[in-house]
């Protein structure tokens, strides 16, 4: 029988109603904004109501430094949701939505993958319900406004060439990352250099993913640095008076989207913050909602644990007062394999050696996990050609780091192939063993945070940073930034700024090429590596071949 | 007692569950998409299974040439649908969605007025169903991918220099309109100057508002010029296999919404382009679908009749087979003053000369109006200050025409306030009179089309227009554009280029400064005058004023 692809299975979904998904977590159907029969939005009132009520555990899905092989870090998530909920437990969902942009230059991505997804897949590839859209409008007013500000006489004496605020559009169009605009004379302003970002880059989309609510979003809003004048005072968006506008904008954005998994259960799909210059978790109001109507939470952070988990924990859990009872690090026999140096044309032949030689990988993120002081318990994702010696070496090497491997066949088998992990993690997380605590204190110096995540997270040796660098940390520190958490931006390959060196390596230093101020969203950006804000399209773009077929299906966009 | 605003009128509105809505006019549950509990897209299944039914009948509103009195086009379109249901008639409405861009310049308007309104409100003056995100979307992804074809090795030969197709944003930003892009170096592109439009500019919204469906959508998106090769060859869409991708991502955008008035009648709110380089009418496939459901269907064109009506009968109807049965001119008795050479200060006080004196302006439109074949009846659109004799006195001229002026106060009493007209309205519809035809035939000459249009329309002596203009029209014939009909963009506040020459001027010409070709809309845009088509923000924008409340309502927008 030929192996179905990810699309044809969420073809073959049988939908539930939206109500239906809803009112499992007690949400009445006046409570939801239907989008189409297959998505809604939680209403505010409904958010505001939930305020007292006991929060439920949440836990974290994270992985390993992703290769090639993939690991299944969503398709995991999901898959633990559908089995807690198969197991008997009121369980959801909290997951990030997707781009629309970069499915129009490389196919577009299954929310979840095999039996393990969740739907309506094209809906969420596409415009959703259009929560991206209503972050490029916000965005790109306040962009507006700052150049009618200037055109209009320019009394906050903004310094043209200091223009930190770009614009943005979710889509790959390399034309746009550097552009002069204003041209043509007198009636279309001041001519300035300044470019586009891909809206996912957006400070607008790591506050909306941060903001508790919406008078939290205004004043974050209200925050953001946009430009800097002659003599080098911030000039902030409510200095131009453009926060509340934005936040009427994003309104509906605020609230989150429910939809379901291939089993019916309900995922809160919602927010899409860069996991590099931001943080990469789904939105804080999300995963505040969910925790408040189910008794289980599974979630999940970009990246791998280095980059992603450490700032789910470091920056989402310390900003929203959220503490995870268990963590699940997803880890594959494959990728095991590469890291302990085997070439993805060759992972078809068993090779236990390889991955034993790689697992170091994986057992410095537990034991960076296990520094956060929460339980770590490892998700082996399986995969068809994997072998029983292989899963073996896994499970052992696994036990001498003192946690457990489990096997997982959520992608084949959907909620019952992962039963055993969804009983263990309800183990862990009702076993009282947590004791979150963040890994560096608010009042620890900019450039000390830096420097503990490169030595706890990444071992390294040390940071480099020139004087510049120090210079413009100890200026926001002066300037009252000094108590943000830091968001650094490096590749998601390895633990080291050399996305080729895989495995557990040691020796080496943090390069901070530069550091960004992000006043509303609440974090300092460490960019160590050259980091791409605004993609452009390949040679042969998807979007060529994207189209509906005869009976109205999409085709080529998966 | 306080006169209510239009938003306190709409925010007291009683609104019905939109399936209530639909249901009256025999649309189930499953064959509306819901956004929230008001808003549905009509599903494309079912509009399909309508093929074969009878249409109804179609009326139109159009209005005189617009003065800073305001006509209320809107609001008599939206009232006389109420009074059509509350005689017992099975009515529907048909209006453009609003941009919204401009209401973070300008305050946003209502749709309609009074008791004569569309509701809800405030989301039709944002995000709305996501029509217009989706169209940004389609066409800047042929953008991208315009400079992305150049950029990998420019294959189809694209003159750098000639590359039409522009980018666009809904938002007011005069710093887009002329930009450089592609700067940076290398791996940005090849840098050229061009610019962005609003997005009710965009060639994509003038399709969307002309397709009978999803494949007529394609053809034409694939027939649009983008650029020209070299050697002056004309580039398309097609040729860049950009066509089907934004058909994806315009598929819900295609199907209708409907939403309804403050006394619950259904009113489909579906598209919105551009008065001036575009038609300016709600989508064909929202008048079409109404048609199958309603026994009569109002629906309007933008601008006074000498553009709107023009555009809609000799654009619209002729490339959709579409006929109306009656056409409602409305007019106050205000708008006449203005005509008759009143000062809008001095509007309260009455003058029945001046009345007289404006008359000749509705004339015309009625004279112009009854030549297309189609019945015309007057609608006074009642304001407070108008006098008996000088609602008397634009009777008596109209009925001196040969035709029927009827007072109407919907915008007070809602469909109460124009029963009278309703009344008559489907005495004209169904009496048979109506006999429409174009006002020229496919076959004509392109500058004797405009030269047509100037005459019979404006009253011209005749049409200005330079040899490089001539020149271009006969080449656009030779290539098999000659077919096409006129979409003349010129002020809408006088029959001449002269916004400032108000009644019925004689003895001018229609000087043509560019014209365009519109390939897939499939129109040649005909300039006559500055047309703007990227609005800039004022001094003091709106956005700087709008924001929640403390209970969340939106303030500042309205």
Known sequence: MAVKTDIQIAREAVKQPIQDVGARLGIGAGDMLPYGHDKAKISQSFISSLRDRPDGKLILVTAINPTPAGEGKTTTTVGLGDGLN???????????????????????????????????????????????????????????MIDNHIYWGNALDIDLRRIVWRRVLDMNDRALRDVATSLGGVANGFPRQTG????????????????????????????????????????????????????????????????????????????????????????????TTALKIADYVVTEAGFGADLGAEKFLNIKCRKAGLAPSAVVLVATVRAMKMNGGVAKGDLGAENVAAVQDGCPNLGRHIGNLQGFGVPVIVAINHFSGDTEAEVKAVKDYVARQGTEAVLCRHWADGGAGIEELAHKVVALADSGQADFKVL?????????????????????????????????????????????????????????TDPTRRGAPTGHRLPVREVRLSAGAGFVVAICGEIMTMPGLPRNPASETIRLDSEGQIEGLF
């Open 196 to 287: 586009f970002d891909i809206t996912v880059a957006s400070e607008v989309m790591a506050i909306l993913c941060l903001a508790r609510d919406l008078k939290d979003l205004e004043r974050r809003l209200g925050d953001m640095i946009v430009a800097y004048t002659r003599d080098k005072r911030p000039v902030c968006c409510r200095d131009l008076k453009a926060d509340g506008a934005m936040t009427v904008l994003l309104k509906d954005a605020m609230q989150p989207n429910l939809v379901q998994t291939l089993e019916n259960n309900p995922a809160f799909v919602h927010g899409g913050p860069f996991a590099n210059i931001a943080h990469g978790c789904n939105s804080v109001i999300a995963t």
């Open 440 to 496: 560096y204190p608010d009042d620890m110096p900019l450039l000390d945070k830096i420097e503990t995540i490169a030595r706890r997270i990444y071992h390294a040796d040390g940071v480099d940073a020139d004087d510049r660098i120090r210079s413009q940390l100890a200026e926001w520190q002066e300037h009252g930034y000094g108590h943000l958490p830091i968001c650094v931006a490096k590749t998601q390959y390895s633990f080291t």
């Open 86 to 144: 198969r197991i008997g437990k009121r369980a959801a969902i909290c997951i990030r939505e997707a781009s629309l942009g970069p499915n129009f230059g490389m196919k577009g991505g299954a929310a979840g993958g095999g039996h393990a997804q969740v739907v309506p897949m094209e809906d969420m590839n596409l415009h959703f319900t259009g929560d991206f859209h209503a972050i490029t409008s916000a965005h790109n007013l306040l962009a507006a």
